[in-house]
């Protein structure tokens, strides 16, 4: 059977990698735009070509997408999070549904602690200063990393990086994780509580599920000590943007490093204009190796999917046989 492999979408120049893989293997591959279609978008390209596998980076791959594709066998993320999927439509047809949940632990981690550092030393705030044509060091309000206390919320693969590369700079590390039972890898579990109460700097690393949704809200930032600051580099809807807002205009927080957003592309004006934050387009994922191997696996685990053999790395069950 000549299998069609659809690619709905990716965040880097071209296809070819992923092309290149797919079509060695003897099927075709067919990509969407760069930029992801809304999700009837993808329900008629699913239409249209017929996939027997659809490889999807940001673009929602809903029921009515899966639905409309009779031969789809696999729904490859071309990322970690899940939340794009309808994984239960997926699993009651009997169709994997994969992911590439280890390819920017490194990356990820990176970019919480550079975020953490930037605050600490000020470097944001003052490289705008500076090209403002301000040049005035007796303003600086600035905090030894050693002395804080971190929490991470969310203590798997890469919160347990973060955990260890802030540990090398010497601060206290709390992390709250529901699977985490017992102190671990330079870090001290605690209940999400008292991570918020006792932390200088909260970093988000949790999936965003139902039960994650606007975990991080008014209230528990004001369990912060005041004037901290709060990373998230997992996924936007896990923080309550506005109750940030809000604790960024009343001073609750001195900082909001964020490379997600609940709103993303778009971005409230209050976050845009507050001196206090620091903001990336989703991009903590990506490195120059990072996105060679997410592509990599991700292509070679749909056409793995498809000579059939079972995929390496499966967040469902798959067909029952």
């Not at 139902?210 to 004037?227: Q, W």
């Amino acid at each position: 059977m000549n299998h069609t492999v659809l690619l709905t979408d990716y965040a880097w120049p071209d296809d070819s990698i992923e092309r290149n893989i797919v079509e060695a293997a003897g099927m075709r591959l067919v990509s969407g735009p760069a930029t992801p279609l809304p999700a009837d978008g993808i329900e008629a390209l699913a239409r249209e070509h017929q996939p027997s596998a659809i490889l999807t980076c940001w673009a929602p791959v809903s029921a009515d997408a899966i639905a409309a594709a009779p031969e789809l066998q696999i729904v490859a993320r071309l990322g970690v999070g899940l939340d794009n999927i309808a994984v239960d439509a997926a699993s009651a047809r009997g169709i994997w549904v994969t992911n590439v949940p280890d390819y920017c632990v490194e990356e990820v981690s990176d970019h919480a602690v550079g975020f953490a550092l930037a605050w600490t030393r000020g470097l944001v705030r003052f490289d705008r200063e500076v090209r403002a044509g301000r040049w005035d060091p007796a303003t600086a309000r600035l905090r030894r990393l050693a002395e804080l206390t971190c929490g991470i919320v969310g203590f798997g693969r890469i919160g347990r990086a973060t955990a260890r590369k802030l540990g090398a700079f010497g601060c206290r590390v709390l992390a709250h994780d529901p699977y985490l039972s017992a102190d671990a890898e330079g870090a001290q579990s605690v209940e999400l509580d008292t991570l918020f109460s006792q932390s200088d700097i909260v970093i988000v690393h949790a999936p965003l599920t139902d039960t994650t949704r606007h975990l991080v809200n008014r209230e528990r930032l004001a369990r912060m000590p005041h004037g901290g600051l709060l990373i998230n580099v997992s996924r936007g809807g896990v923080v309550d943007t506005d109750a940030v807002i809000e604790a960024l205009g009343s001073g609750q927080l001195s900082g909001a490093a964020l490379d997600v957003l609940e709103s993303e592309p778009e971005v409230p004006a209050q976050l845009r204009t507050h001196p206090g934050a620091m903001l990336t387009p989703h991009v903590a994922f990506s490195s120059d190796a990072s996105l060679v191997e997410l592509r990599r696996r991700a292509a070679e685990e749909v056409v793995r999917v498809l000579q059939g053999v079972a995929p390496q790395q499966p967040r469902n069950a798959g067909p029952q046989r």
